[in-house]
């Protein structure tokens, strides 16, 4: 599976919008781009994926380039309660499921 | 809908002793999932079910750790003998099955293994 590159930490006012780049340049064109988050002591937590289109949901949006070599994950209005460590993963299915790679993800720190 | 349940929570044993992890996904979920986490690291995944078959255990230390899923809804992560490098998170994580798609992992609370 393709690696990923993301900035090891990120601050945010509380509020604002929170924007987490991801670099994927060596995905290939049958692998997605998921997004998770763990917040201090848990198990992470799905928040997103796409394959080629930009994606949104109640949690976020999900901004992937035309080449699908980057993306952004956005959350609109952060909140003290987002703070956690997100990964970014591209992954693909292997028809039972699919198999994650974490790497060292971005420790979004949100700030009052 | 209940969340995967995994325990214990917690446990603390001595090195070369053995220890078993329990994990119930969420119901109809046919993969699950097991991973360590290392303190300050990403999730490393370990072994992969689906149903009660072994999809991959490519990276599950295979000298020291097994795991099963006899009835293809509970899972059991045993390690014999532990060493202190085996302290670490246990996540249990599981998923809906289907080709052609993604499906987003759900995972439990973990259960913090140390090592003396």
């Known amino acids: 599976d393709a690696k990923t590159t993301q900035p090891p930490s990120m601050d945010c006012a509380e509020g604002r919008a929170a924007n987490l780049p991801c670099n994927h340049s060596t995905i290939s064109g049958n692998e997605y781009v998921y997004w998770y988050r763990q917040i201090h002591s848990q198990g992470p937590q799905y928040i997103i994926h796409g394959l080629k289109n930009n994606e949104t949901n109640e949690m976020a949006s999900l901004i992937i380039t035309e080449d699908r070599k980057s993306s952004t994950l956005i959350l609109p209005h952060a909140t003290l309660r987002d703070t956690a460590v997100y990964y970014c993963?591209?992954?693909?299915?292997?028809?039972?499921?699919?198999?994650?790679?974490f790497g060292g993800g971005t420790r979004l720190m949100v700030k009052p | 809908e209940a969340g995967v349940a995994q325990s214990p929570r917690y446990k603390i044993i001595e090195k070369r002793q053995s220890v078993a992890f329990w994990c119930n996904p969420i119901?109809?979920?046919?993969?699950l999932y097991w991973y360590q986490q290392i303190l300050g690291q990403g999730p490393k995944l370990l072994i992969q079910?689906?149903?009660?078959?072994?999809?991959?255990d490519s990276q599950l230390p295979k000298d020291r750790f097994s795991a099963e899923r006899l009835k293809g809804v509970d899972s059991t992560l045993k390690i014999q003998p532990a060493k202190l490098e085996d302290s670490a998170v246990y996540l249990c994580?599981?998923?809906?099955?289907?080709?052609?798609?993604?499906?987003?992992?759900?995972f439990g609370p973990g259960t913090r293994l140390t090592v003396t």
């Open positions: 993963i591209v992954a693909r299915d292997n028809n039972a499921g699919n198999m994650l790679t």
């Open positions: 994580a599981s998923s809906l099955v289907g080709r052609g798609r993604s499906y987003e992992q759900y």
């Open positions: 079910f689906q149903n009660n078959g072994v999809v991959d």
């Open positions: 119901s109809g979920h046919a993969t």
